[in-house]
């Protein structure tokens, strides 16, 4: 950043110089000039005009006005060049610092790719251009390093891998290199684990290269959708393996990040729905549908289905304040069974006042129900069984 | 309401071992490393939708039956039907449909039923203990069907049976009942069977056995003549009482209904007689006090009576037992009236222009402080307790205009039920459902005529009387 400052603080000297003695001169020279003689003509055409009486002859003084736009083009004009050079100048200037600030960037690349191979796995998530660098350096850096005292230490690092995928990575090494191309699949996380997991490590060396043994632990993790490509693996272990850790690196993201949508999705919705599905569902007779759980439209429906024939008009103004719960057993074709209709509780008056609000309550169920409520079939084992509370408070005379 | 979103929220939420399971297997990998930002805000999102598609005040979870909270049904008329009584005899043809006719009108007389004409009707009732075809009275939408019949013996014993039915319901509404009584009282036989009917359904007594005092009136305004007359409750069976001769105000039943207490001019000066209804014998009550005594009122007890006394421009309130001493319960200077006792006789309301305006005011029975109850704008008078006991009613005079309203024996929850040129003297029902008072119609020509409104100021209806009518005070149900 020093020697930048330095730099930008030379340049910026040199700028100023260079309009000290450039043609700075040159545009005094242009301005004066076109400014005098606007201002000589604006004088005596005015003068004119207050002369003569009358001011059509002096309308061709429009051409002065031509003169005018002539202006502010010339005054634009000075003020441009100079400034755009000086923009100009700057970024030039800094270009040739930016080389500088690469080569840093470049250092800390290479740092990381070879030493991170082995630290990257842990990091799971580490942002994407350490894991792409890593990849790629891996089958470069990896033959030195390769020795299998590095995998050792790995294996305690990956504990969350399931165990169904480590499965399928040991399977795939045992044939050929080949299996480690199925085991690049796995996320990159994982890989790690797994090859310090697969003590065979050392086994694997000897049977393949010390190149092929490297690229074990690069290609990492892989969705379960890999493992049919163990099949082709008879080519070259190494493009093979280059390829799948880079598609992998790339198509892990997609595929990850899709698969934890959906998973995040899902657990969202069985967040928010709690135990209504299962509950629902096990409440449900065996023959009944469930569906899913009613929506506050249908529930409205229902509502609102037995409001309009809730009578309470003929009521004693004691039953009005009557609230009284009713239980109905709802046949399949959505009409009330009305022998099930009963009143489960009451609050607020008499019971013989609850009685008549009941009875009340009963005629509006069995009135509105006759054609049958507008319930959804397939949710019968929901609504199979009601409690209507039939609260007057909002309507009551008191 | 309480109770359901109680439960609701208790609901415990079931276990799920499997599916538990599962989903932690599918989706705890990557929780467990680490969610990206963007994942949590994606399944912040759905979380919040899903949310939003849920009723707030509905449960999610059933733990049981689907619960539903109805708040808003309808007041409408009970629609009913009433085929004509079946007359059991040739004797009891005409009663028999006099008698249905009667019980319909007090019905619809309510505002609460309204009867399905019978040319509508699909179903027939030809025997009263026949089985009913509810399906032929739901297909017209009659929610209570009346059945009953009507026999008349030798002897002019009129006998009437009904029976109430929930058509919807498919059941009796409680058991068939058998009244019997002299033929010329069968208007009796019907308003019992009225009550029967509309206190199985609403599930409070009714009024329509009843009767109601007032004050006849004929002639021109300057000089109208003024008559004690009793009648039903419906305007039928007018009988006077007293005759013209002498102005005669505020009639007031006794709580038994044999009495009637009334303040006559006839000596020149208001006071305070009582009658027998059964005899129309009528006796002075406050003939020894030497002062102008009015506004009348039967204690709970039926043997004691409150009124004012105006002595020396002063106006209070007494009480006294008939035939007894009277007792000073107010004194103050300003004008007390129009007393009314509580139902359990122990306090009293009554007006009281102390504060500077006519205003209502409690007292106990026994006198003492006084409590004001009133406090709108405009003038309050002519106070009277409800037969339940919970209200008041009274007529209040603001901005030009009468009112009959009800308020709470504290004076909340004030409500006006009427306004008019001049509406005043409210009585209540015996069922405290129904005010009965006196509105007169403005202008030279202006006659008063008696109404009733609900307690609900729904159904205002003018009562039928053959003359103009003021005053009226509601008997309790006759036995």
Redesign the interface.
Known sequence: MNTGVKISGAAHAGLILWMLFGGFLSFDRREPMEFTEVTLISGEQLAAMQAAGSAAPDTPETPAVPDAPSEPESAPETPAPEVQPEEVVAPEEVVPEAPEVAPEVAETLEVPQADVTAVAPPA??APEAPDGAAVVLAPEAAPAPRSAPRIAPEPSAPP???AAIADEVQEARRPDEGTEAAEPEEPR?ATAPEAAVTAIQPDATPDAGGAVAALAPTGSPRPASRPRQPAPPAPAAEPVQDDPPDTASQQAPAD??E???A??????????????D???A??GTGSAPTGP????GE?DA??IG??????????????QRV?V?V?VRMNQDATPD?ASIRMI?FEGGTE??A???Y?AA???I??CG?GGYDLPAEKFA??Q???????????R?? | ?M??SHRIRT?P??H?GG?QAL?R???Q??Q?????MF??A???V??CV??L???PG?S???????????????????PFALPAFLPENAAATQLAADISNVIAADLEGTG??RQIPAQAHIGSVTSFDAPIAYADW?AI?A?ALITGAVSVDGSGRATVKFRLY?V???RE?GEGLRLGGATNSWRRLAHKVADQVYSR????GGYFDSRVVFVAESGPKNAREKRLAVMDYDGANVQYLTDSSSIVLAPRFSPTGDRVLYTSYATGQPEIYVMRVGNVRQQALTDGEGAMTFAPRFGPDGETVVYSRTTGGNTDIFAKRIGGAPVQLTNTPSIETAPSYSPDGKQIVFESDRSGTQQLYIMSAAGGEARRISFGPGRYGTPVWSPRGDLIAFTKQNQGRFHIGVMRTDGS?E?LLTASFLDEGPTWAPNG?VIMFTRESAGAGGQPALYTVD??GRNLRRLPTPSAASDPAWSPLLP
């Open positions: 799971p998530t969350e891998p399931d996380e990850v990040a698969d934890a949508i998973a995040a999705v899902a657990e969202a919705v069985a967040e928010s729905a709690g135990g209504a299962t509950s629902q096990e409440r759980p009613m929506t506050a529930k229902l509502r037995v409001q309009k024939c809730w009578n309470i008009g003929s009521l004693s103004s004691e039953a609230t719960t239980f009305t509780e013989a006042a009685n008549r609000a009875e009963r005629r509006a069995i009135r006759s929901q609504w069984e009601i409690e209507m509370i039939f609260n007057p408070e909002q309507m005379v008191r | 309401m109770i359901a609901a939420r079931p799920r599916d989903r297997h599918e989706v990998p990557r467990k490393g680490a969610k990206p994942l949590r994606i399944s912040f759905f979380a899903i949310a598609h849920t009723a509905e999610v979870a059933q733990d049981g039956p689907l619960r539903i909270e109805i708040t808003e049904g309808v007041i409408e008329p009970l609460l039923f739901k939408n929610q929930d919807f319901s498919g509404l359904i609403t599930g409070e929850e409500r459902r307690v609900s």
